[in-house]
């Protein structure tokens, strides 16, 4: 089993920028896929970008550009760098770790998850 432990969420005004951390430990992180997710009040949560376990890209709808994730296989630790933050990118931010090789967007492509982050954008 794999357990996640976030964080890096905050408050920030709109235009700023954070960088989420997600830090994994248990049975070798290192060789699974990875992804974050947020849910905002209200609704369903959804895919933010993923890596997988070669290190592969993706990033769901709105996000790109913006948005960045790395892995660092050393350090067991998964992040997102978020740029130009705006009021609807507000909400409990979770990572998620599958041993699949490769990532996806939907909830049911992972095994593990965390407890999340919170991150708020004013305007």
């Keep these: 089993a794999v357990q996640l432990v ?5 408050s920030v005004q709109a235009g700023g920028s954070l960088r989420l951390s997600c830090a994994a430990s248990g049975s070798t992180p ?3 896929s990875m992804g ?3 849910e905002a009040p209200g609704k ?3 895919g ?3 890596v997988g376990r070669y290190g592969d890209t993706r990033y769901f709808d709105s996000v790109k550009g913006t948005f960045t994730i790395s892995k ?3 350090k067991n630790t998964l992040y997102l760098q978020m740029h130009t933050l705006k009021p609807e990118d507000s ?3 979770y990572c998620a770790a ?3 090789t490769s990532c996806g967007r939907r909830l049911s492509d992972y095994k593990y998850w965390g407890q999340g982050t919170q991150v708020t954008v004013s305007s």
Aim: glycine residues 20%.
């Design 6 to 10: 976030e964080s890096g969420g905050g």
């Design 30 to 32: 290192s060789t699974y």
């Design 36 to 38: 974050w997710f947020r």
């Design 44 to 46: 369903e949560r959804e």
């Design 48 to 50: 933010v970008a993923c």
């Design 72 to 74: 660092d296989n050393a």
């Design 91 to 93: 909400g409990m931010y």
């Design 98 to 100: 599958d041993d699949g």
